[in-house]
């Protein structure tokens, strides 16, 4: 079956730099989710999309955008990238991601994106 | 104020004891618990997750999971461990009082088996 996919896998990016992270969601699934995972901490939830529009906003500095495409695929734009931005990026993704009482689309996550800022 | 906590950080355990990784969390809402595992340098995997009825469930690799919304827990529990349950273990909460499902996360909990 057909995965979340991540990519690129692995990023070394120097201080004030930018990186774009990519995500590519499950077939049909209309809905992205970003979390940010330092090294030993858990994930934090860094943003959101369903249909194209950013659906809920967590921790997301504001030199982090994101958007989502009309194939459903979404990017995340770091720009004046810092030490501390050195991380896991993990990216899920659901069908409809409402929350509707009794019931719940499962998101699925990616491998995530490590990326390493010297 | 919406929390989760994993009171440990590690819990070290002999190959075929049982364990129970404990997770709390705080909320005036409706919630949906899971719990996630995570072998070094790889995803999220979804061990279980409790949305309605029964408290008791049961996920894979032999873990199941109890919901206590007196004591707003949610431990997981597994009778016999085997090395290669060894990972990190997150405890993740959807509150119910937002429109779209994005996950809390608890600080997670490293299960260290050994022979």
């Known amino acids: 079956a057909a995965g979340v996919i991540q990519s690129p896998r692995h990023l070394i990016k120097e201080k004030r730099e930018t990186a774009t992270l990519k995500c590519y969601p499950i077939?049909?699934?209309?809905?992205v989710y970003w979390y940010q995972q330092g090294p030993g901490q858990d994930p934090q939830f860094l943003i959101s999309f369903y249909e194209k529009m950013q659906s809920d906003k967590g921790s997301i500095p504001d030199r982090f955008s994101a958007q989502q495409f009309s194939d459903y695929h979404s990017e995340l734009n770091m720009s004046s990238l810092e030490l501390g931005d050195s991380a896991l990026y993990f990216c899920?993704?659901?069908?409809?991601?409402?929350?509707?009482?009794?019931?719940?689309?499962?998101?699925?996550f990616g491998p995530g994106t490590r990326l390493t800022v010297l | 104020a919406q929390s989760v906590t994993q009171l440990d950080s590690q819990v070290p355990v002999f190959e075929e004891a049982p364990v129970e990784l404990r997770c709390n969390y705080s909320s005036s809402v409706s919630v949906y618990l899971f719990w996630y595992v995570q072998y070094p340098n790889q995803g999220l995997q979804l061990l279980l997750k409790?949305?309605?009825?029964?408290?008791l469930v049961k996920g894979i690799n032999g873990f199941e999971a109890e919901f206590n919304k007196s004591q707003t827990s949610f431990h997981l529990r597994k009778p016999s461990v085997h090395i290669s349950d060894t990972a990190e273990y997150f405890c993740a909460v959807s509150f119910l009082n937002t429109g779209f499902q994005k996950l809390v996360f608890g600080t997670g909990t490293r299960l260290l088996v050994s022979p």
């Open positions: 077939p049909r699934h209309d809905t």
């Open positions: 899920a993704s659901s069908l409809e991601g409402r929350t509707v009482l009794g019931s719940y689309n499962e998101q699925f």
């Open positions: 409790y949305l309605s009825g029964s408290t």
